[in-house]
């Protein structure tokens, strides 16, 4: 990553200020875990039998935990650290609300966690190929972020994406196959296709409506983010601004507006306010037809541009 300031009409870059130890990485995603995460944290330098986890999160949104862990080297094995440590985290999962509910005075139960949708971060400078290639494959619990610090104090992250549909059970001579597919009958790496065609009758117009209306809404800001989660697909800026349900008969939007909040002079949408739902938001409406797409984008659009900021 290059970064430039412009200065009397002319650009000069800013040149990197790299982390001489892991600790420094982890003293600023500790302290900053919430804005750059959009987790809780809990716990620095957790240990359970003969092991340590640099940071323990838990992501309120999911009802999840999340695990941090900092790398300057490129030797380690991404893959053989992460199925160990969430092997870990699925055979002790006491441990992990005792730990949770002394740290943070609360009372969270076994049953209300989404044992599901735990996952692992990690966080280095750099990662050599060999270890993005390690992880590319569609269902693995990892997140991959390079972070660069710069003279300015700027920091800058950057998530390194999958483009394999494989599935990483396909790799049986692998020396933790074992661990790997027991951690991945518990742990579910929800994606785009898992949402499209968990519905063996997707009716296929549905399909190509979503993918319609997800390239309309990148169209509307250059920093939009797409999060997929276990009930909804949803974009974000600094916040989520509209979540989607897909189903056969149409898209479920939910819009991030309060009660009030909504110009809707179509009068189509629905005040969910009183009701439970997924997504984030007091308003729904449901998408059928490519035809109806340009009032539902102005509607998204309300949505977007009163969630900029924190």
Do not use: A
């Amino acid at each position: 990553m290059k970064l430039f300031k412009i200065k009397n009409e002319n650009i000069e870059q800013i040149k990197n200020d790299p982390f001489k130890l892991e600790r420094d990485i982890q003293d600023i995603v500790e302290k900053h875990v919430s804005t750059i995460f959009d987790v809780e944290f809990v716990k620095s330098e957790f240990k359970i039998q003969n092991f340590r986890f640099d940071t323990l999160c838990f992501d309120n949104e999911n009802n999840s935990f999340v695990i941090i862990e900092y790398k300057k080297g490129k030797s380690y094995s991404v893959i053989d650290q992460g199925y160990t440590y969430l092997s870990i985290l699925l055979n002790n999962k006491s441990d992990f609300i005792l730990e949770y509910n002394e740290t943070m005075n609360k009372s969270l139960k076994r049953d209300e966690v989404d044992w599901s949708q735990t996952k692992i971060i990690f966080v280095s400078p750099k990662f050599s190929e060999f270890q993005k290639n390690s992880i590319n494959f569609k269902n693995i619990p990892f997140d991959l972020w390079e972070i660069t610090r710069f003279e300015n104090s700027t920091i800058g992250l950057t998530k390194l994406e999958t483009t394999s549909k494989e599935d990483i059970n396909t790799l049986g001579s692998s020396k933790n196959s074992n661990i790997v597919k027991k951690v991945s009958k518990e742990i579910i790496k929800y994606d785009e296709d898992y949402h499209l065609f968990k519905h063996k009758n997707r009716d296929p117009k549905i399909i190509d409506l979503y993918k319609h209306l997800k390239e309309k809404i990148f169209e509307i800001g250059d920093d939009i983010e797409c999060v997929v989660k276990k009930q909804t697909i949803g974009f974000k800026r600094n916040k989520f601004f509209v979540d989607l349900v897909i189903w056969n008969g149409g898209i479920g939007i939910y819009l991030n507006l309060k009660s009030g909040q909504l110009k809707d002079y179509k009068n189509i949408c629905e005040d969910v306010s009183n009701k439970g739902h997924w997504g984030n938001g007091d308003y729904k409406v449901t998408i059928k037809s490519i035809d109806d797409i340009d009032y539902f984008i102005y509607l998204i659009k309300e949505s977007y541009q009163k969630n900029i900021w924190f």
